[in-house]
């Protein structure tokens, strides 16, 4: 019987094998550019920081990340009036775009992955990871 942990890791890595043979070599998006467009998708205006913090990835990675995003035009950056050395970063209208093509598809895959599961577990499971979140986060 495999350890919770590694069961965790398996998921995320069964699930990214297949976003990056099929959605991102077709959209020119690496994994990790797709988690920073998820991220501000929903909450645009985020700093590099808050990216790093929300994803979990390290800051190395985001900052990889949102230059490729910026390579392509999916992501511009307007400067802090609190804070000038901070940006606050948007999706272009490209990115926008994308985010929409690309959100839709990964919902598609959400549906596949979850069609065995019924809603009292995915409100347990969603409970669960919140938590494990958290605990996380509070040990870093």
Same mark, same amino acid.
């Given at each position: ?41 929903? !909450?645009? &205006? ?26 392509? &035009? ?5 400067? #802090? ?18 985010? %929409?093509?690309?959100?839709?598809? &990964?919902?598609?895959? !959400?549906?596949?992955?979850? %069609?065995?599961?019924?809603?009292? %577990? ?7 990871? #919140? ?8 040990? #870093?």
């Amino acid at each position: 019987m495999d350890p919770l942990f590694f069961k965790l890791v398996r998921v995320v890595n069964l699930t990214a094998r297949p976003f990056h043979e099929k959605v991102g070599r077709e959209h020119h998006l690496t994994l990790n550019e797709w988690r920073v467009m998820a991220v501000l998708g929903g !909450e645009p &205006g985020l700093n590099a920081t808050q990216i790093a913090d929300f994803t979990g990835l390290d800051k190395m990675a985001v900052s990889r990340a949102l230059a490729g995003l910026g390579r392509h &035009g999916r992501v511009q950056r307007h400067d #802090d009036p609190a804070d000038r050395r901070r940006g606050r970063l948007y999706l272009t209208a490209a990115g926008e775009a994308l985010h %929409e093509t690309v959100g839709a598809l &990964g919902r598609q895959r !959400e549906a596949v992955l979850f %069609e065995g599961v019924n809603a009292d %577990e995915l409100a347990r499971l969603d409970a669960t990871l #919140d938590k494990l979140i958290a605990a996380v986060q509070r040990a #870093d």
